[in-house]
């Protein structure tokens, strides 16, 4: 019985979090090409995609609020996308290394 529980339970669980992803999609690669509406990102299979930027597009450079401007061809990033209007529309696009940790107090 506990068994079935859990199982159940668990696939709850994982249902909500495909929900929760519904429609995104994470693109990690190399940029390619930028411009001030889109980003061309190689991913690691070698597929070539193009995002759009939009205003509502947010920039994170190693972990903290960015520019766009800052990003660079032949930078490694991570985009998180959804579908719209116009194709993959950009939500959050990650570059750059993260910040060193804060050394532990003695």
């Known amino acids: ?6 199982c ?17 999609e994470h693109v990690t690669g ?4 930028i411009t001030a509406q889109s980003l061309t990102v190689e991913t690691a299979k070698h597929e ?5 930027l939009t205003p509502k597009t947010d920039v ?6 960015g520019d766009i401007k800052d990003l660079k ?13 116009a194709g993959l529309e950009a939500q ?6 993260a910040p060193p940790a ?3 107090p003695h």
């Not at 019985?1 to 859990?6: D, F, G």
């Not at 159940?8 to 995104?24: D, K, V």
């Not at 994170?60 to 609020?65: G, R, T, V």
């Open 60 to 65: 994170m450079k190693s972990k903290a609020k």
């Open 8 to 24: 159940i339970f668990s696939a709850f669980a994982l249902a909500g979090a495909l929900l929760a992803h519904e429609g995104a």
């Open 30 to 33: 190399t940029v390619k090409a």
């Open 102 to 104: 804060a050394p532990a």
């Open 92 to 97: 959050e696009v990650d570059f750059g290394a």
């Open 1 to 6: 019985m506990t068994k079935r529980i859990a």
């Open 73 to 85: 061809v032949g930078d490694r990033v991570v985009v998180h996308a959804a579908h719209g209007k």
């Open 48 to 52: 070539t995609l193009t995002i759009m």
